[in-house]
């Protein structure tokens, strides 16, 4: 390996890099400034959702006059709001942001590999997420607005531009934006499986593998399988939309008059979506899972626990992604037969999450917990994952679903279960990698604030938000003030509003301690928390092909943290194995003593 | 400009971090025991919170949910709510509490060791059997209640009514006699005919086309849905029933209402909900509200998707009868 010795410039270094720990920082920023965006959109329209007949400057300053009049946001942009919200935080901040950077930083560097497979198709699924991120904001200044229709995008309603306006240019640019996203994300899938099959250095056997590895692995799999299903999805929507054709149109009479189309079914396109979108729930969290996994068992100083349990849960859950979608669509018209069947394997989801759960919690018992940033936000994502999939139980059962299907209960659900919760892992992701990207250390004091803030503020905003779906509050109104019926849920929905702009405004004090951490922050030492895994042999400052001389060998799991003799007859008994609480996975076995 | 005027206070605000970071110490990078030892106890201090939290909204909130449910089938689903509800909320309880209790017992003190504690089959059988034990009762009873909801049996004879959603305004149509409903299609769309009923079909002559929902108590109602441009969802909360109105297929739900309106404004649960609601409207000087049974549009439609809602009312059923004669039949309105 003789890369490092080629003069770099500074297009081949920051932007158009094959090094896949300057690409997985390309893909952390983007996807923090796709973040901030879709952040304050939420902050946006929570103002409105409070105090629907009031102006805001704010409103005023950043939509345009088609948007809105004297600072009172349209019911077509409050629409958009939350339909590129949900689009930005799902794909782009949470997808391409959490997964891209952790999978491109930690893969080559936890398994033993100089780089990915191909660092050329890297730099590719870099760049068309780029240029998908690109066409996604372009496609907020269209005349008519952007895509409107709900990140879900079911048809007619984004198929027609005469039912919504967003359904014009906006929803063109959605789609494309879409479909250069998907190939990103598949070019960067076949990378990281085709790297984590091939690359391991001598000694790192699939069952010596970090979590983090597993998860990044599993997620690949299911993205691979479940991407191009959407692909395709949107492919036919782009038919119906441009050439006339009837794949999910039939039977429609708008703005005065029956539209050719004839024979197709929006209903085909709720299958298709949701067989991506169900899976892309796991795409979100199995990566943060796995972070979590790797960052708690560093912190409590102790081994996972149930590393072979975690992984089987991994794949049952993985597995299980791809026969659920249908849970999405209990009330959608489709056989009632075919409810029965996604009620049954949707429920199933529950005992693998338990299991993990567990493991977790078992994980911190009797542990001599290291309270960094990174821990707690772990903490938080065990504690959000809990709150928020257990009801999943009353979501995941068909007759339940009915009357919750589409409300705000559904809305706290899954903020909780995938958005905190991966949010949580990807925060959680930044503090404890930090010095691996930057060479240098964040400031923990800020982190705390961080934390407490940011939790505070999550269960603030989103627990409440159960009790008023309960009161059969539908999502996606613009306005509740034309059902009385719900006035009494005003002061409730004040209360989440304020609660979710102290949580947006929290994130500044990550931002800045990100951003100073870059330049002003404590040079890190090599290891910094002790940890086990081969990203730490490697030097602070990044060389391309990662270690110096040859890749180091690898002779134990990831988890000896703590690791005491415990042969009551030997002398050694109750004394750290190699002297101190953690081993080094390219350490090999001492005399006597047995691997775990 | 005002967009210019924000991002310059936010630049400004940036800018006074970084002056203020500055004589921060960033050097503070690494848990030592005193902060294992504050954020173990802040920990503690979140579990106080989150828990007054869940039970502050378990019991301030009930006044503000739906009321019991007004249908038959509703009852089931209440209570297989209820039973679902109980058990997450006993183990969310349980679980917070291990997660930060934990959190804080086991915070770090460069004097302690962990334990080296990697497996334990038996521990992992146990809480992988438990929760598959509890879930497959659960979603047993809950099947059973699917089914129960989601097939009509024929000999049921339910009374059949069409409800049709456009953008943004839904229509019902009764079927009249001979309880059967005329074909319908948007190319019969003109005029007045507005729910493109096929005039041809005998069936369609006594059918009535009405803009208000009047349901017969104790009667099992069989309705089917219709859209004629994009999706709707028909969401009547209070009966626990739902359906999406899909253009080009017709959808289905039937339930069976049990209390009237009248006696629904007795019900206690909906008089206290109706006084705390009047409390604040007459705060604002606007008029009290009366309850009255809903249907809403819970499936995005567009613009007006937030206001796109009818009245339903349930009658006895002689008075259902009286009613219903008084409407005229589409033969004798579309000539």
């Not at chain 1, 965006?37 to 939509?63: D, K, N, Y």
């Amino acid at each position: 390996m003789s890369d490092h010795h080629h003069k770099e410039t500074f297009v081949t270094k920051y932007i158009f890099t094959i090094d896949h720990k300057m690409i997985g920082k390309q893909f952390l920023i983007t996807g923090m400034f796709m973040g901030i965006i879709g952040v304050f959109m939420s902050m946006l329209f929570r103002l409105q959702i409070a105090w629907p007949e009031t102006s805001f400057s704010i409103v005023e300053a950043f939509l345009g006059s088609h948007q809105q009049t004297d600072g009172i946001m349209n019911p077509d942009t409050y629409l958009a709001l939350v339909t590129i919200h949900g689009t930005i935080m799902v794909f782009f901040v949470l997808t391409a942001g959490l997964s891209g950077t952790f999978s491109n930083l930690l893969i080559p560097l936890q398994i033993g590999a100089r780089d990915m497979a191909s660092g050329f198709m890297n730099m590719i699924s870099y760049w068309l997420f780029f240029l998908s991120s690109v066409v996604m904001v372009a496609s907020l200044f269209v005349e008519a607005g952007p895509a409107s229709a709900g990140w879900t995008i079911y048809p007619p309603l984004s198929a027609l531009p005469q039912a919504i306006p967003g359904s014009g240019t906006g929803m063109t640019l959605w789609l494309v934006s879409m479909a250069i996203f998907i190939a990103s994300s598949l070019i960067g899938s076949l990378n990281y499986i085709v790297t984590i099959l091939n690359l391991r250095t001598k000694g790192m056997k699939m069952t010596r593998l970090p979590l983090t590895i597993w998860a990044f692995f599993i997620t690949a799999i299911i993205g691979v399988i479940s991407f191009p299903v959407l692909l395709s999805a949107a492919l036919l929507l782009i038919f119906d939309r441009s050439f006339g054709t009837s794949f999910y149109l039939s039977d429609i009479f708008i703005s005065g008059e029956v539209l050719h189309y004839q024979g197709g079914s929006p209903v085909l396109f709720e299958h298709l979506f949701w067989f991506l979108g169900h899976p892309e729930v796991y795409i979100i969290l199995l990566p943060a899972l796995g972070i979590t996994s790797e960052i708690i068992s560093t912190n409590a100083r102790k081994p996972i626990f149930g590393y072979r349990a975690m992984i089987g849960s991994i794949m049952a859950i993985a597995f299980l992604s791809t026969i659920v979608w249908g849970h999405h669509m209990f009330v959608s018209g489709m056989n009632p037969f075919l409810g029965s069947v996604f009620t049954f394997t949707t429920v199933l989801i529950a005992i693998p999450s338990a299991v993990k759960a567990f493991n977790y919690i078992t994980t911190l018992w009797k542990g001599n917990l290291q309270m960094n940033p990174a821990m707690l936000f772990s903490i938080g994502l065990v504690s959000t994952f809990v709150t928020g999939g257990l009801t999943g139980l009353v979501l995941g059962d068909s007759a339940l679903d009915i009357n919750v299907h589409d409300t705000y209960f559904v809305v706290a659900h899954f903020h909780l279960v995938m958005g905190v919760s991966a949010l949580f892992g990807m925060f959680a992701g930044i503090y404890h990698w930090f010095p691996k990207m930057y060479g240098r250390m964040m400031n923990k004091t800020l982190g705390y604030w961080h934390f407490w803030i940011t939790i505070i503020s999550a269960y603030g905003v989103f627990f409440p938000m159960h009790f008023i779906g309960l009161a059969g509050l539908p999502r996606r109104y613009y306005t509740n003030s034309n059902f009385p019926m719900f006035d009494d849920l005003v002061e409730i929905n004040v209360f989440m509003t304020i609660m979710a702009i102290i949580g947006g405004l929290a994130q500044l004090i990550f931002l800045a301690n990100f951003f100073i951490s870059i330049y002003r922050g404590q040079k890190s030492p090599m290891n910094p928390w002790n940890s086990n895994t081969l990203e730490w042999t490697t030097p602070v400052e990044h060389i391309h092909g990662n270690w110096p001389g040859a890749i180091p060998e690898v002779h134990r799991w990831a988890y000896d943290y703590s690791k005491v003799w415990d042969d009551e007859n030997d002398p050694r008994h109750g004394e750290y194995v190699h002297g101190k609480d953690f081993v080094l996975q390219t350490t090999p076995l001492l005399d006597g003593e047995e691997s775990s | 400009m005002l967009a210019l005027f924000y991002i310059f206070i936010a630049v400004a605000l940036g800018v006074s971090f970084w002056q203020i970071t500055r004589v921060m110490n960033l050097r503070s990078v690494i848990a030592t025991d005193k902060d294992n030892d504050t954020q173990g106890k802040l920990a503690l201090g979140f579990l106080a919170f989150l828990y007054a939290m869940m039970i502050y909204c378990l019991i301030a909130m009930n006044v503000i949910m739906l009321p019991e449910a007004s249908s038959i089938e509703g009852e089931h689903d209440d209570n297989l709510f209820n039973i679902t509800f109980w058990l997450i909320g006993i183990v969310q309880f349980a679980m917070q509490f291990l997660i930060f209790y934990f959190s804080y017992k086991y915070r770090g003190n460069k004097n302690n060791k962990a334990l080296f504690y990697a497996d334990s089959h038996k521990l992992e059988l146990i809480w992988t059997v438990i929760p598959a034990v509890t879930i497959v009762l659960l979603i047993g009873y809950g099947l059973v209640q699917w089914n129960n909801i989601m097939y009509v049996g024929e000999d049921e004879n339910p009374i059949v009514i069409e409800v049709y959603s456009q953008q943004f305004r839904w229509d019902a149509r009764y079927a009249g006699e001979d309880n059967q409903l005329g074909l319908g299609n948007v190319n019969f769309i003109k005029g007045i005919n507005t729910m493109g009923v096929d005039m041809s079909d005998p069936n369609s002559q006594d059918d009535k086309q009405v803009t208000e929902l009047y349901l017969p108590k104790g009667k099992k109602i069989l309705f089917k849905f219709r859209s004629q441009d994009v999706l709707h969802s028909a969401y009547m909360p209070h009966f626990r029933a739902q359906m999406n109105c899909v253009p080009g297929m017709v959808t289905q739900f039937a339930f069976t209402p049990k209390y009237t309106t009248e006696e629904m404004r007795q019900n206690s649960e909906v008089i206290a909900k109706t006084n705390g609601i009047n409390k604040i409207r007459k705060a604002k000087g606007e008029d009290p509200y009366v309850f009255d049974y809903l249907l809403l549009c819970n499936k995005i439609c567009g613009a007006s998707h937030y206001n796109m809602q009818m009245k339903i009312t349930v009658v006895e059923e002689a008075d259902y009868k009286k009613w219903l004669s008084e409407q005229k039949t589409l033969a004798q309105v579309i000539k």
